[in-house]
């Protein structure tokens, strides 16, 4: 049967193409483009999709796109007959009862739940373990749609308040409030235009520290470059207009600032920092002498140096100067020469991830080939023992105070579970509190590590995890997950879409790159800026070794990535788009020539460089992955996946991609796009719409790899159901 053509005029000023044929109809919006160019360096570059960058909030023309695309998506979607199936079983699988593990605050224990489907974890009080839980938060009854979450708590010392984070639909803009604890009484308090800190208590709980940003002009939210923020003192029962400013930098607008408090209640610690690496300035101010100037007490953004505690003018600090695996140092601020520290913990072999000081004991986490290592310290430095767990897994938590005599912890990894354990730091013994139940038999399951070579040379680690019985024969449905980059490690953990794709044959791969922080900051340095197609070598290297040893093959191989992931998914697909089968990148970083231009964009050029350097500007234009389309080539079928109120990476970088990968395919693969709305960069999205992406992703890949469902799948059960979607994304 030939091919037919129709040409259908929308709104907004936009064309669809409709292709007629054997398959079932796709329909792509002709998205209208700009005569924009601009000059880098002597380099002419087109930017033709320019208008899109702009706020979907705002233009009615971008936003007549998203409701044109999420038409086109959602078509393709309801027409696939295991789309169904797939949402029912991960929701059935979702309902598990989820805990984070508890905290002392005060007289009470702290935690938060999830009953398994609440679109928002529920925030609960304990007076001991074995007591009755007691409502403290619940912000699922903030919205209709769950899409107001609770982010961010601090609790003053005593335990009497908390000031809680209020996240609106994904935006990394926080609006602080305060409650308190025993009365369950809010308090009038609330404060505005707060992101990347938590506020710091004063010893006896009259106030907090914290740090915000002015005020943007109306409209511009979403969008403009954060700068100039500054350190107050709130007072409670006080307004906001009223607060004290404690610090500020106008000579130095980039800089953003993390408060501290020390243990004694003496000191005021400021952490300043100016964008995603650990390098930071510390200043420190006598509480009782706020009117003071601060005093400089290490660092030139150089160097990490991340505040542990203190004892009276002891400062402990974790820091990477000297030792790129780091390690922990005691400075005087009598005497903070560096000839002067005294190093408590020295750099170990494997990489010193996280530290914390709990009953006088420093717990140091490490990761041994991306695997969790937790080791405990005297103040002095003596080793004392490591704790003991099991298996290729990751350990999370350990939180508490200097006087805490005890702490908690989760473990968990691909095919088991969390489970959260009490520790006691006198006799080392971990006892069970709560294991999640989950629809799952881990002996099921097989976790492997294993190791490869990139392109130039480099030992690069990879999980696989994937259903006992698989067959090593070329044939198997293969999800490639990747980030690798701003020092972040990738470790195992636990996910029921995950197990889901395994329960459908499907092999999970998750290769640890370089500029990850899997091995301190020389693997980190290795994929960053000049040095950034490292990381793209490496998770192409992954691939073709999967190919090689007979798993998969590259039409049945997917790959998926979020954020500075998405951006590896979008080099990878347009540097090698005969290596794979499937593309899901997510909210992913696509026009690296502008991207220090919006919100916290300027933030990354720690990690990515600048087009501003002529250097840099020739690495960034070689691999951005909106300029390395090219028109006529067969991309693989490919998900993009964004939301419009991401303030982290605007969705402007997803557009504007989406849009030239349809003006440039080649092949018959679909190419669409997916915009959620009322919702950010991830953090705080319900569990109703993450149910539904997840749901409509394993369907678009059920599709596009021609993958068949198990005929021992089990049965659809009813579960509570999801609202019904509109086209344009909305319910």
Known sequence: MGRGWRVLLIGGGLWMAVELGMAAEIVYPLTKTVPQVDDYHGVQVPDPYRWLEDDVRVNPEVRAWVEAQNAVTFRFLEQIPEREFLRRRLTQLWNYEKFSPPSRQGPRYVFSKNDGLQNQFVLYTQDTLDSPAELLIDPNTWSPDGTVALSGTSFSDDGRYLAYGVQDAGSDWRTWRLLDVASRQPLPDELRWIKFNTPAWLKDGSGFFYARYPAPEPGAAFQTLNLNQRVYLHRLGSSQDDDVLVYAR???????????????????????????????????????QLDGDAVHLVGEMEHEYSFLGNDGTTFYFRTDRDAPRRRVVAIDIRQPQPERWREVIPQQPHVLTDVNLIGNTFFATYLRDAVTQVKLFTTAGEYVRDVEFAGLGTASGFGGKRTDTETFYSYASFATPPSIYRYDPVTGTSTLWRRAAVDVRPEDYVVD???????????????????????????????????????????????VARLLWMDLGGLFAMPNLRGGGEYGEDWHVAGTKTRKQNVFDDFIAAAEWLIAQNYTRPDRLAIQGGSNGGLLVGACLTQRPDLFGAALPAVGVMDMLRFHKFTAGRFWVDDYGCADNPDEFRALYAYSPYHALKPGTRYPATLVTTADTDDRVVPGHSFKFAARLQACQAGSAPTLIRIETRAGHGAGKPTAKIIEETADQWAFLVKVLNIEL??????????????ERSHDGTR
């Open 250 to 288: 106008p000579d130095e607008p980039t800089w953003g600032f993390q408060p501290s408090v020390s243990d004694d209640g003496q000191y005021l610690v400021i952490t300043a920092w100016k964008g995603t690496d650990d390098k930071y300035r510390v200043f420190y101010k006598r509480i009782d």
């Open 449 to 495: 590590q294993v190791f490869y070579t990139s392109k130039d040379g480099t030992r690069i680690p990879m999980f696989l995890a994937y259903k006992r019985g698989l067959k090593q024969d070329g044939s198997a449905p293969t999800l490639m997950y990747g980030y690798g980059g701003f020092n972040i490690a990738l470790t195992p953990s636990f996910s």
């Open 710 to 723: 198990p005929a021992d799948r089990p049965a659809q059960v009813d579960c509570v159901s999801s609202p």
